[in-house]
Structure formats: C-alpha cells, structure tokens
C-alpha cells in the first residue's frame, strides 16, 4: 500500500516568503507528526496531531510555524517570512495510534521536504 | 532537558568487519527505538527495546538496552555495504513523543 507522501520533495524560497509542506499520511492513521532535521542534528518535534484531540503544537520554535490537519487526514505545515535558520528537512510520520503506549506503535515517515531558505 | 548522545557521529569501516555503535543518557526512558535513515528517505524502524537489559537480534545487528534504561547499543556483525546509513536512536518522553540523538553515519567500503 502507498507510504507516507510530502511534497513538494524540495522548496527554494527566499528569506521573507511564505511555504506551505503538504503531508499525506497512511489510509486510516489516526496519528500523525511533523519533525525538523537539520544537518548533523537528530530530529525536532515540531506539533502532534491525535484525531480530534487538540494538536500538540508544543515543539513548534516560534509563532511564524503552524499547522493544520483537515479532515483527519492530509496536514499543511507552513512557514511564515522564512529566515535562513529555518533551512533543513521536514519530515512527517504518522501511525495508527490506538490509546497504546509508544513502544507499542510503529511511525512511519516520509521522505521529507528540502527546505532551502536563501 | 532530556538528551541522547551518540557515538561515533561517523564510523567508515571496510565490509566484513564488526562495529558498535552508542547512544546514552542521563535520563530514564521508557522505551528506546533504533532507525535507520538513507540519503533523501525518512527514517525506518528497525527495532523497539524496553525492558531494561533487553537484548534484541535482527539478522546481524544486536540491539541492547541498558539494565537502568538509558542507554542502548547496537552491534552489527560482518558489516555489509547494505548497512551504510544514518542511524538514529529515539527514546520515549511521553506517550507520543520521541527524543532523537543526532545519529551515527555509518559507511562500509566493498
């Protein structure tokens, strides 16, 4: 069956412009997160969506990100006035959370969106 | 602030050899996870450690979870060229979130 998708794969902007990254999680996953990696870095929580459950938007590093998940399903993630900080990838994992534990449950990722902010 | 530190950041060894990789913390986690990630993917899981002293086999990598949870290795055996990659170990914070370490790049020459 089809994976997690993200598009666009890449995204050139320059400093001071908006971006929208699109994600489209697996059929059925109630779950879904969007994590930042930069280079040489490990992966940041940015925001946590659980069904209907208020999003935890809580790793989100400034009032320029957010977020939306419609419909239960395919979530945006955008960027306001980009700066050159916010460079890296973004990657985006959902999972069919069923109340379990974490260990218990199996993210899947896509392949992530290549930010380049010049 | 809970952290993961791995170690090396970089490991190039020629096919055949075996290797270890580190991941540690001052902190306790509940579980800890080991992806792997290639070049333009997202990670993948390759195994879940919870108990504390947990020792987990797949094929030729031995994953070990640390009797006080908070620290793993991952041993792989006879390294392959199929091996070379980003290797990312994640404990759990809470519930739903993961505390990444920044990986180890893991390269093996033919």
């Known amino acids: 069956g089809a994976g997690v998708s993200q598009s666009p794969s890449n995204k050139v902007t320059e400093k001071g412009k908006d971006v929208e990254l699109r994600c489209d999680p697996i059929?059925?996953?109630?779950?879904l997160y969007w994590y930042r990696q930069s280079l040489g870095q490990g992966l940041e929580f940015l925001i946590y969506?659980?069904?209907?459950?208020?999003?935890?938007k809580s790793g989100l590093p400034s009032d320029r990100f957010s977020a939306e998940r419609t419909g239960g399903s395919v979530s945006t993630l955008t960027i306001q006035r980009t700066q050159q900080e916010d460079s890296a990838v973004y990657l985006c994992?959902?999972?069919?959370?069923?109340?379990?534990?974490?260990?218990?449950?199996?993210?899947?990722f896509g392949p992530g969106t290549r930010l380049l902010v010049l | 602030t809970q952290l993961l530190e791995q170690s090396p950041q970089f490991l190039s060894i020629q096919e055949g050899e075996n290797l270890t990789v580190y991941c540690n913390s001052s902190?306790?986690?509940?579980?800890l996870q080991w992806y792997r990630q290639e070049p333009g993917e997202g990670p993948v899981l390759l195994v879940t450690?919870?108990?504390g002293g947990e020792v987990k086999k797949l094929k030729r990598l031995t994953f070990q979870f640390g009797d006080a949870r908070k620290d793993s290795s991952l041993h792989i055996t006879a390294a392959q060229p199929g091996d070379t990659g980003l290797y990312l170990c994640?404990?759990?914070?809470?519930?739903?979130?993961?505390?990444w370490g920044a990986g180890t790049k893991l390269i093996i020459k033919p």
């Open positions: 994992a959902s999972s069919s959370r069923q109340l379990t534990a974490l260990y218990q449950e199996t993210q899947y």
């Open positions: 059929s059925g996953h109630t779950a």
């Open positions: 969506f659980q069904g209907n459950s208020a999003p935890d």
């Open positions: 902190s306790v986690f509940s579980s």
């Open positions: 450690v919870v108990t």
């Open positions: 994640a404990g759990a914070r809470s519930n739903y979130q993961l505390i």
